[in-house]
């Protein structure tokens, strides 16, 4: 065990509100998408989990198909949870989603009832939790009434097997539908699991964050696109083992000569703030207080660290600044 003592775990650490609710949130928050499946090293994973709740990161983001393969990180998760963390369980904020595919025929996938609380129960079972802290719809279904949907959430509430409800990847008008479901309902969405980062702006130009209208949170995923905006790929080389490197999610084609010069101005940026360009890319989010939380992936303890720092900085930006990058990115396509 190498956890200091709770004084000094959340010494450094600032939580924010996940919209009008009592919920906090620190502002980096852990996702388990990538680097804790069934391939990943154990110790590695135990080693960015530990050191992540040592420095007063108290929520980690699962969804039932992380992996891989699909199931995978939440069966890590609750193996480390067990052995390490199991005693800190009050401490910690845990999440997981349903929405996208997990089992063949009609029921393992979108957004109907029969999908999200069997999706629940097993997402339970793989962690070995009795409750998740926030139970995310992940993906909207054209196909099934969003009432059906959100009283799905809410029944996972009233069961007691979810404390919290969000929705993720919604666009705003059904966004603002399903928070007012499920006020109506009585369990308030609390959080809007969205991509945004700075050189993806969909979320802002699409009124995201002003549909939110302070009654749920935004947490921000891929805040670091994946990687590209972070000192990875600086040099225009994609090296082995990096998200670029596996070729899936982030494609070795998007490592381009102009991009990566853009990606050293922005950089030229971030140092003349003192920063890496990953801790600049997380200020950047930061600087809107409509934000809850950044929700940054690591590889390595080395990465999240580095990332940490972030949060000893103002998330503070000079009018010049805002221009400067503003001009960079209008470049980036
Ligand atoms: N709701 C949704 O639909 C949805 C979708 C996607 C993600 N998410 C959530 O958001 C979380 C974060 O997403 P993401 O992993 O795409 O976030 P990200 O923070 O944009 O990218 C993380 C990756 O960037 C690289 N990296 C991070 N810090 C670095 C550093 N300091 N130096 C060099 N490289 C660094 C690492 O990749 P390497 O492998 O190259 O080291 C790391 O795995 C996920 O785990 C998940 O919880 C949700």
Redesign the pocket.
């Given at each position: 065990m190498k956890y200091t003592a709770a004084e000094t775990r959340y010494y450094a650490m600032k939580y924010r509100y996940a919209g009008h609710s009592g919920l906090r949130l620190p502002e980096l928050s852990l996702?388990?998408?990538?680097?804790f499946g069934a391939e990943a090293n154990e110790s590695v994973c135990k080693g960015i989990l530990t050191t992540a709740f040592d420095q007063g990161i108290t929520h980690f983001?699962l969804a039932n198909n992380y992996g891989p393969p699909a199931g995978s990180a939440e069966e890590r998760f609750g193996h480390i949870l067990k052995h390490e963390l199991a005693p800190y369980r009050d401490e910690l904020i845990i999440s997981s989603?349903a929405g996208y595919y997990m089992w063949p025929g009609p029921y393992g996938e979108w957004g109907s009832r029969k999908y999200l609380i069997a999706s629940c129960d097993q997402s339970l079972k793989r962690m070995g939790l009795e409750y998740v802290d926030i139970f995310y719809h992940?993906r909207p279904d054209p196909n099934t009434p969003l009432e059906e949907t959100m009283a799905a959430l809410a029944h996972l509430v009233r069961q007691g097997k979810a404390l919290y409800v969000g929705i993720?990847?919604y666009k705003a008008e059904d966004a603002k539908k399903a928070i007012a479901l499920l006020k109506e309902m009585g369990t308030p969405c609390i959080l809007n699991?969205v991509?945004y980062?700075m050189l993806d702006r969909w979320t802002e130009e699409n009124g995201l964050l002003d549909a939110m209208d302070n009654q749920a949170g935004t947490i921000c995923?891929?805040?670091?696109?994946?990687?590209l905006l972070?000192?990875?790929y600086l040099d225009g080389s994609i090296p082995e083992g990096?998200?670029a490197s596996v070729n899936h999610f982030l494609k070795s084609e998007a490592i381009t000569e102009k991009r990566v010069a853009l990606l050293n101005e922005l950089n030229t940026i971030a140092k003349s703030r003192d920063q890496s360009l990953?801790e600049m890319a997380i200020s950047w989010l930061l600087k809107d207080p409509r934000i809850t939380s950044v929700?940054?992936?690591?590889?390595s303890e080395r990465?999240l660290l580095?990332?940490l720092k972030a949060i000893n900085k103002p998330s503070t930006f000079s009018d010049e600044q805002i221009k400067e990058l503003d001009a960079i990115l209008a470049r980036w396509e």
């Open positions: 996702g388990l998408w990538h680097n983001d989603k992940h993720s990847n699991q991509r980062s995923f891929s805040p670091l696109a994946q990687g972070t000192g990875r990096s998200r990953s929700l940054i992936g690591a590889s990465q580095e990332n």
